[in-house]
């Protein structure tokens, strides 16, 4: 498993090599194990890229405006109802020439699993308004909505989009129900860029601003841009995406996202292109704090061989979502495309994670010790998610700034955490909750062997 340099906030960089910072305030949120962000060392650990296990096509491209060149899925959870945009196309699986025009359409489901296509009545084809379309014309090639959280935002515009063109630019749209769509701008927000990709906005909670993520031709490659927004119209602070030093490879989709449960943290799947490779493409995950410097990983996260017909140009992106699906609470679900210019309609095929289970900090037969920086939190309780094998185990250990065991916290005193778990307490034998800790500088520690560490949380 290959490992780039990831880029630290400044505060974490010198609370983690020693400087003279303060503690990083956690209060009660989510961190996951992705990153080094939090870690000050760790030992007999080692961190794996986890792939999400395949699971059924939840939707196939054969209505007669779709083919097998339909792409740039987007879906999301709106209450009770889980929505899907995609672009419907064909082209010939032999010439590769596009058979009609694009159009932009619509899926919904209560599931995730089993979609309907409902008659819109919005446009028509071949003669009949009987269809799924819901956009023709200018923004057709990768349209990507959102439902808009901003408190500010009006029922008018509660769902937003962007699209765009290969040189022109990206267009916001706005709509009052996810199906009746105008654009809120005559001409391009965003014109620095190569825009034939799936170009992405959306809200961050945590900043309050919009975020875009779009296509961009430099250093010879295929790249990431950046930028932020407080009206979603004039965006500013225009940034390439960094990965430390990572290889510069070419970038096509990106993915990128709050992770809803921890939404100060970013996460994406970008495409990698592989010219050289038979012009292959596969999705890899990365994590990030700031959204413009990410660690990205190297392996695939769904790879060429996952059922099935992933190879080939175009034919294994992921989709632009992350769902959690009713009665599967430990569980989050990805969405990858398969079949693209082949001759069979493409496909839509869905894959699960384990909640926080993108990345693994891994201990084998050799006991594995986690350290964190000093932290401060609130909450009485610690959890972790973690899975033990057999024989495996997990103990935790919260130390004071001057590194010693504080008293009733030690190692020797953690009941041991053995199995699967999403969400376990970790208790001492003294029977201390952490509650008096509550604004004290900690260290935690966390003793691993055959078992995986993903994320924790002070509540």
């Known amino acids: 498993m290959r490992l780039y340099a990831f880029l630290l906030p400044a505060s974490l960089l010198l609370a983690s090599t020693g400087g003279a910072a303060e503690p990083v305030v956690l209060g009660d949120r989510f961190e996951l194990f992705a990153d080094d962000a939090l870690v000050a060392s760790h030992q007999g650990l080692e961190r794996v890229v986890q792939q999400p296990v395949p699971g059924e096509v939840v939707l196939t ?15 999301f959870q709106d209450g009770d109802l889980y929505r899907m945009y995609y672009r419907a196309s064909a082209a010939d699986p032999k010439t590769k020439k596009s058979l009609r025009g694009e159009v932009t359409c619509y899926a919904e489901s209560r599931d ?54 290969f040189k022109k630019g990206l267009l916001p749209w706005g709509s009052p129900d996810g199906i009746h769509w105008r654009k809120l701008s005559a001409t391009p927000v965003i014109t620095d860029g190569a ?28 790249a990431i841009r950046t930028a932020v927004s407080k009206d979603f119209l004039t965006w500013e602070r225009q940034a390439d995406l960094a990965y430390g030093d990572a290889p510069v490879q070419h970038l096509y989709t990106n993915a990128i996202r709050p992770y809803f449960r921890a939404p100060h943290l970013f996460i994406g799947f970008p495409t990698r292109f592989l010219p050289n490779e038979g012009e292959r493409v596969e999705p890899v995950f990365m994590v990030g704090r700031d959204g413009v410097n990410f660690l990205r990983y190297d392996e695939a996260v769904v790879p060429e061989d996952a059922p099935a017909d992933r190879k080939g140009n175009r034919s294994n992106y992921m989709t632009n979502a992350l769902l959690s699906l009713p009665g599967e609470p430990g569980k989050l679900s990805v969405y990858a495309t398969e079949a693209y210019y082949g001759p069979v309609p493409g496909r839509v095929r869905r894959f699960t994670y384990r909640v926080d289970g993108f990345v693994a900090l ?22 972790l998610n973690y899975k033990a094998r057999e024989n495996g185990s997990v103990r935790v250990e919260l130390s004071g700034a001057d590194g010693r065991p504080l008293p009733g916290f030690s190692f020797a005193e953690s009941q041991p955490l053995t199995g699967d778990e999403v969400k376990a307490t970790v208790r001492w034998q003294s029977g201390h909750d952490v509650a008096g800790l509550t604004g004290q500088p900690i260290v935690v520690r966390i003793e691993a062997k055959h078992a995986e560490l993903y994320s924790m949380r002070f509540h």
Do not use: C
């Open 112 to 165: 995730g699993l089993h979609w309907v296509r409902p008659e819109l009545g919005v446009h028509e084809f071949q003669g009949s308004k009987a269809n799924n379309i819901l956009l023709t014309g200018e923004g057709t090639h990768n349209f990507t909505p959102f439902r808009d959280e901003n408190p500010a935002a009006t029922p008018e515009v509660r769902y937003k989009a962007m699209s765009g063109s």
């Open 61 to 75: 491209m054969d209505a007669p405006w779709e083919g097998n060149t339909s792409a740039y899925y987007t879906l």
């Open 362 to 383: 891994q201990a084998g037969s050799t006991i594995g010790i986690l350290e964190t920086v000093p932290v401060t939190f609130k909450g009485s309780h610690l959890t």
């Open 195 to 222: 825009f034939d990709s799936q170009n992405l906005a959306f809200w961050d909670p945590v900043r309050g601003e919009y975020r875009a993520y779009w296509r961009y031709f430099g250093n010879k490659v295929r």
